[in-house]
C-alpha cells in the first residue's frame, strides 16, 4: 500500500522516519505497517541497530525523543496527542507534555530575504531599530524584538523559510501512515489514527498561518474589550501577513517565573482565580477559548492583570457544546452520576457499542469517590482525568474540541496550584457552570430557538405540497419503490448461498467418483478401452480436486 505515494520525493523522509523509530526501539511497529518492505523496494537499506540505553528507556519516553528528531511536525504531533486524554493514560500525556519547540535559531542573514518580501522593503528601512539576535526560536518560526518609528516595541514572528513544504511532505506520510495503521494493526485501530491525523493536519495547516493567528488574537481581544485586567498585544496588520506576525511585545513577567513574581509583590491567590475565570469565560461564555495555555504563553502584569500570546492553537465551542460541558461540570459538582453519563453517551455516541447500565453503574462509583467532600477540596482536574481513563476502559472517544478542552482544564488547574497551593478550581467554576445553565432558559435564548424552530417548521410546511405531488405522481408511474435491507437477513443468505453451492458440488464429486468408478470396473482389453482408463482416471483427478476445494472452502468460512 506505500507504493500509492503520491511522489517518489517522500522517499528520502519516509526512510528518515523509519529510521529514527527503529533506532528508539519501534522496529515491530516499522515492520508490522509495512515500511521496511516499502523501503527495501524502494533499494533503501534499513540500519536496524538501536542503542541499549534507547531501548531501555519506557515507551513514553522513547516516543517522546523519536518524535523530537523527527523535528517540527512530529513535535507538533506529540503535542496535539498530548491533547487527547481520552486515548492515552496519564504517563504517555505527561511525557508527551514535555515536548518543546525551543530549537536553534536561523542566522538572521537566513531569513532576511522573506522577511524583506513580506515588509516590501527591507526591514531595516521599516523599523526604527531591529535586533537580529532573536528573542526566542521554535519549530516553525522565530521571534525578533523591534521597534517602530514612534518608538512602540513589538515582536516579529518569522515563519521558518521552507517550513511549510517540509510540513506538507510529513503530513502527506502520515495520512498514509495512518490507513496502514487501520488496516494492518487492529489493536491500534481504536485510537482513531486517520481522524486524529486530520485534527491534526487542520490544527497544523492553521497554525502556519499567521495571520490567522492574528485574527483569533482580536477575537479573544474583543470578547475581553472593557477590561484592563485581561491583555492581549496589539496587531500590526499593516505589516502583518501569512509569514509574518507583527504584534505588541508584552512587557510582564512569564508564567514560569513564580520567583519574579514574589519579588514584584504580586497576590498569587488573586492571579490563580482571574487565571481560572479568564478561560472559563472563554469556553463557557465566548465558544471561543485559547487550547494551549501553558505557563510560556501567559504573563503576569505589574498591575495584577494577566497577559495572553500564542493564538496559534485555540478550540472553538458551540453553544450547545458549552451548555453540555456546564452540565458535566454541574453533575461532577453536584456528584449526579445519570447527568454525567447521558453527556458521555451523547459525546461518544455511535462510537463504539457500550453497556449504558454498567457505564452508569462506573461513573456513580467514580462520583461517589469525591461525596462528602467539601467543595474546597475538590479537585476538578482529578476528576476530568478519572472521567477521561474511564472512556479508555471503555474504549469510548471524545470528539477532538471536547479533548482539547479537558486538556486545558488540566493544565488550567496545574497552573493555579503552581501559584496558590489552596487553588480551588470547582469554586471558582461553579458560578460560570450555573450562569451557562441558567443561560439556556434567558429570554434571549428562548426567543432565538423559538425562531430558529418556526423558520424550520414554515419551510417544512411550504414544501410539503411539492413533495407530496412528486410522491403520488412517482407512485401513478409505477416509479415508487420501497427497499428494505436486513443486514443479518443477508448474512444469512449468504450463508445459505454458499452451503447450497458447496452441497452441489459435493453431489457432483460423488457422481464422479461413482461414474469413474463404474468406468473403471468394465474396462477390458483394445484401444477404446484405454480412452475410458483415461476418462475414468479424469473423473477421479476432477473428483480429488473438487474435494480439495470444499474442504478449503469449509476452513476458510470457519475461520471467518
Not at 505588541?248 to 513577567?253: C, F, K, S
Not at 485555540?314 to 460541558?325: K, P
Not at 456528584?335 to 459525546?347: K, N, Y
Not at 461518544?348 to 462528602?372: F, H, M, P, W
Request: hydrophobic content about 45%.
Amino acid at each position: 500500500m506505500w507504493e500509492t505515494l503520491g511522489t517518489v520525493r517522500d522517499l528520502g523522509r519516509l526512510q528518515e522516519i523509519a529510521s529514527v523509530l527503529i533506532r528508539y526501539g519501534f522496529g515491530d511497529l516499522v515492520q508490522r505497517i509495512g515500511l521496511a518492505g516499502a523501503l527495501e523496494r524502494a533499494g533503501r537499506l534499513l540500519h536496524w541497530h538501536r542503542a541499549e540505553e534507547k531501548v531501555r528507556m519506557a515507551p513514553p519516553e522513547r516516543l517522546r525523543h523519536a518524535f523530537e528528531d523527527l523535528g517540527p511536525t512530529f513535535v507538533k504531533l506529540g503535542q496535539v496527542l498530548a491533547t487527547r486524554v481520552d486515548l492515552l493514560p496519564p504517563d504517555w500525556i505527561r511525557e508527551l507534555g514535555l515536548l518543546q519547540n525551543a530549537v536553534p535559531a536561523l542566522p538572521f542573514e537566513a531569513i532576511r530575504g522573506q522577511l524583506a518580501e513580506d515588509l516590501g522593503a527591507e526591514p531595516e528601512t521599516v523599523f526604527h531599530r531591529l535586533e537580529t539576535r532573536p528573542l526566542a526560536a521554535a519549530s516553525l518560526a522565530q521571534t525578533h524584538r523591534a521597534w517602530l518609528e514612534d518608538g512602540t516595541a513589538v515582536v516579529l514572528k518569522v515563519r521558518r523559510p521552507g517550513i511549510r513544504e517540509t510540513v506538507e511532505a510529513d503530513l502527506r506520510l502520515l495520512a498514509r501512515l495512518a490507513e496502514i495503521v487501520e488496516a494492518n494493526a487492529p489493536d491500534l485501530r481504536r485510537y482513531r489514527p486517520t481522524g486524529i491525523v486530520q485534527q491534526f493536519a487542520a490544527s497544523l495547516r492553521a497554525e502556519l498561518d499567521f495571520a490567522a493567528e492574528c485574527r483569533n488574537a482580536q477575537r479573544i481581544a474583543a470578547n475581553f474589550a472593557g477590561r484592563d485586567d485581561v491583555v492581549v498585544p496589539e496587531v500590526h496588520w499593516r505589516w502583518t501577513s501569512e509569514r509574518l506576525n507583527v504584534q505588541g511585545l508584552m512587557d510582564g513577567i512569564p508564567g514560569c517565573d513564580l520567583v519574579a513574581v514574589d519579588a514584584a509583590g504580586l497576590d498569587r491567590h488573586a492571579l490563580a482565580r482571574k487565571g481560572a475565570a479568564i478561560v472559563l469565560k472563554m469556553v463557557l461564555e465566548d465558544g471561543l477559548f485559547h487550547a494551549d495555555p501553558h505557563p510560556g504563553n501567559i504573563f503576569y502584569l505589574r498591575d495584577g492583570g494577566i497577559g495572553l500570546i500564542d493564538f496559534g492553537m485555540v478550540g472553538r465551542v458551540s453553544e450547545q457544546r458549552r451548555l453540555q460541558i456546564a452540565q458535566l461540570l454541574h453533575g461532577l459538582i453536584d456528584q449526579d452520576a445519570e447527568a454525567v453519563t447521558d453527556i458521555l453517551l451523547e459525546w461518544t455516541e455511535g462510537e463504539a457499542d457500550v453497556e449504558e447500565g454498567r457505564l452508569q453503574v462506573e461513573i456513580g462509583s467514580l462520583i461517589d469517590q469525591y461525596r462528602g467532600v467539601p467543595l474546597k477540596e475538590l479537585r476538578m482536574g482529578a476528576m476530568l482525568a478519572d472521567v477521561a481513563a474511564l472512556l479508555r476502559r471503555h474504549a469510548l472517544t471524545l470528539p477532538p474540541d471536547l479533548a482539547l478542552m479537558i486538556k486545558a482544564f488540566l493544565t488550567l488547574e496545574g497552573l493555579g496550584r503552581q501559584l496558590d497551593p489552596d487553588f480551588d478550581m470547582a469554586s471558582e467554576a461553579r458560578p460560570f457552570v450555573e450562569r451557562a445553565m441558567l443561560q439556556r432558559y434567558s429570554p434571549k435564548v428562548l426567543a432565538r430557538r423559538g425562531r430558529r424552530t418556526a423558520s424550520g417548521v414554515i419551510d417544512l410546511l411550504g414544501a410539503l405540497p411539492r413533495d407530496l405531488r412528486r410522491l403520488l405522481q412517482a407512485a401513478r408511474h409505477g416509479r415508487l419503490r420501497a427497499q428494505i435491507e436486513v443486514t443479518s437477513l443477508k448474512a444469512f443468505g449468504d450463508q445459505l448461498n454458499s452451503a447450497a453451492n458447496r452441497l452441489t458440488i459435493g453431489v457432483i464429486t460423488a457422481a464422479l467418483i461413482i461414474g469413474s468408478s463404474i468406468v473403471m470396473n468394465s474396462v477390458g482389453g483394445g484401444v477404446s478401452n484405454s480412452w475410458l482408463m483415461a476418462m475414468g482416471v479424469l473423473g477421479f483427478v476432477g473428483a480429488a480436486l473438487t474435494g480439495v476445494w470444499i474442504v478449503l472452502s469449509i476452513w476458510r468460512s470457519g475461520r471467518r
